[in-house]
């Protein structure tokens, strides 16, 4: 058997923890898989004494971290302290030692990924990043691999697993955006902050990452739309299923006129298509390819063991010599076929607009009629009566509810302008995009 | 630019055409992705005179496959024939003149993949197939590659799209068994004889290949209970429905106490489960793993151009060289990890009983009697009104339907030995697994 593959770990959180337990109760498993021994030779960790279940006596701990990066010992580094420094750092310091990486830092990938990625190339090392995207879901091996015989069209990827928890939370428990927040916090969904999760920040990092992958551009999340399911309410995701849809954070790059389409927005998607239906804190991925038709991979998006898995996947391609090919064929730099940025304003879609507008006369038409204006036209509104039962208002609010056909973000925008000057109008209002 | 890959193609059929036109059309894009020019230089066809609709004019065409198998200027051998003979034979053939192969063939690799897969290891060469299970669904390297940090704890897969378009046509069409099977022979979906499809034998198949990946065992369909789509009625798809469950064949692989169940039989999933949204002939494969959980893959599992992408991705693999890597890591030999297989009668699982009785005293105690005898605990049972309106018969066939709580196969066949000795039941009846 070949000489064993070692394996030096920054970071031993949750994720690094998972990994670990693998390698150290599956070694006879892994050793089959990778052809050789899989050992883990050196962690770096924040505070040495912190109790772990993680056996650690055949392992040098330290706390010096690029000691971990440049050992003679240490064949792969796996990076998992998350961030952008000192993670940049040590990353080049491993490759510049000679060291493979497996990393799932989708923040750093996502800010340096460009410069780590070259360092990478020019030293003949590989970057294994299976697991900074979709947790569980192989999504990377699936673009990178599965579908080099397409040209990829379109990409629907539910890739925040915090989000679409509480979403499917308020949806299945009755229960309001806060109560939910406060839930997926106790679960160990949502961190301390929700804000990067709920606000759509990481699922359009992750759409960066994945844009890369998918149509060979470099984008960043603010080239394009990006909006949170911190403005919804419950009664979004009740209206949306009364005309046939679900809300999801959907993270979408698509292909129109040889123009790239891109979004991360709460979405309604309709009921019947497999997006719909990914509930809890699963991940799903939807892609279209010009020979393939549609495909789906979920799974996971986050979790100890979930994550652990794909790194472990990516370890064993280190082991076999995998990575190199995997990194030195995946289109990370700039290729022929990269496409423009569709402008913004030309996006075009359905949208869901919800109103909490005085229950007085003349509203719905003042509303429509500044949307028939900008040639939006209405393919359903639903009105109901005041969820303010004993309000003391003269005129209490009312949730009011449009679809409409077929518009461009430009025309929305511009009537936004308008419906925002009406007195009878609350602000904020929500526009949502749908996807059929 | 490394040297071309010059590929030789054996079979021009639906497939083979669909792999012609993207090299032809695509062959920019395809080079950009193989890391070189992918060229088709040669093809063995049955009858070079038929129209096709491909550009074959710097193909050399010919009707002596061997000659192509071993030509000089061929790198890969891409087998598109089907069958065993001669397929076999060419494959062979085309190891030993030094050639890479890429098949589609199913029905090969799982009754000849022993020897073929030890002949190409042997010879230094790879064998490339994820074209010969469900399509377009990357399943061969998800289990391959995804899962190296997974035993994998069971496979539950739908596998054969003529059946699966069939029962979503006769439960959405409210069409009978008869009219769907024309349907999808009309549409392409089904072959002028549809039995391999439609009694379960494709299905079963396609599950020994994926157990050899997924489990390290060799297993053949006579040793595993095979039951086809053809014993069906619309009526058992309604009752189902009624039930909360969509029914599907389904092809299971499962560690049950370290011992490996097998079947492929149409089964009652309950409608939550992915699997249970499966329509129309797309294909869906769900995957547990110890340390992933569940995922699932889903893409069309047939079709000229998703399994053209399938093959397309085999090609750039052996383009850039992971097509060996991978071939010489999949569990395709006897692993230390193997499991025995569990005896068919030790089973464990609820089942659905769907009876055509006479409407007489006494029937369904008669049956529950026999069922209560061998241990066989009733869930809930549906008794219809005779669906034989005007009959002349002076006791009418009533449907009637159990379901049990979790109980033995051997259990159910000594009660079946004693139910079909019943004169009141007519036979056959039909008796379908339960996936909750």
Request: net charge negative; with cysteine; proline share 5%.
């Amino acid at each position: 058997m070949a000489h064993p593959l070692r394996i030096g770990m920054i970071g031993l959180g949750t994720v690094g923890s998972g990994v670990a337990r693998i390698l150290q109760t599956q070694a006879a498993r892994t050793a089959l898989r990778a052809g050789r021994p899989v050992q883990l030779t050196r962690v770096a960790v924040r505070n040495p004494d912190r109790a772990r279940d993680v056996d650690l006596t055949e392992v040098q701990l330290t706390t010096d971290a690029l000691s971990v990066a440049q050992a003679d010992d240490v064949d792969v580094v796996v990076e998992l302290i998350g961030g952008i420094e000192p993670a940049k750092s040590l990353v080049l310091a491993a490759l510049q030692a000679g060291k493979d990486v497996v990393t799932a830092n989708k923040a750093l990938l996502c800010t340096c990924g460009d410069e780590l990625f070259a360092e990478a190339r020019r030293l003949g090392r590989s970057i294994s990043f299976e697991a900074a995207v979709a947790g569980g879901v192989p999504i990377i091996a699936a673009i990178g691999q599965a579908m080099t015989g397409n040209q990829i069209l379109s990409l629907a990827a539910i890739v925040n697993g915090t989000s679409n928890f509480i979403l499917t939370r308020m949806f299945k428990e009755n229960a309001s955006y806060e109560d939910s927040v406060r839930e997926a916090q106790q679960l160990g969904f949502a961190e301390a902050d929700p804000s990067m999760d709920v606000q759509g920040t990481d699922a359009a990092q992750k759409l960066g990452l994945l844009t890369q992958l998918a149509f060979g551009r470099r984008i960043t999340p603010d080239q394009f739309p990006v909006q949170g399911i911190d403005e919804l309410s419950l009664m979004d995701l009740k209206f949306a299923a009364e005309l046939g849809y679900a809300i999801k954070l959907l993270a979408t790059a698509k292909l129109v006129d040889q123009q790239l389409e891109l979004h991360t927005q709460p979405t309604l998607i309709r009921n019947s298509r497999p997006l719909a239906q990914v509930n809890g804190p699963y991940n799903m991925i939807e892609l279209t390819g010009d020979a393939l038709g549609k495909a789906w991979f979920s799974a996971l998006g986050a979790g100890q063991m979930a994550t652990a898995s794909a790194v472990l996947a990516d370890l064993v391609d280190v082991a076999v010599g995998r990575a190199r090919i995997n990194f030195n064929s995946l289109p990370l730099w700039p290729q022929t076929e990269t496409f423009p940025l569709q402008p913004i304003e030309k996006i075009r879609r359905r949208y869901y607009m919800r109103f909490q507008v005085e229950d007085r006369p003349h509203v719905i038409a003042d509303i429509a009629d500044i949307l028939g204006r900008h040639g939006i036209s209405l393919a359903s509104v639903i009105q109901k009566e005041s969820d303010e039962p004993g309000s003391q208002a003269e005129f209490p609010a009312v949730p009011l509810v449009f679809m409409t056909h077929v518009t461009t973000e430009g025309a929305v925008r511009a009537a936004r302008a308008e419906l925002d000057q009406l007195s009878t109008v609350r602000l904020p209002w929500l526009c949502l995009p749908v996807s059929d």
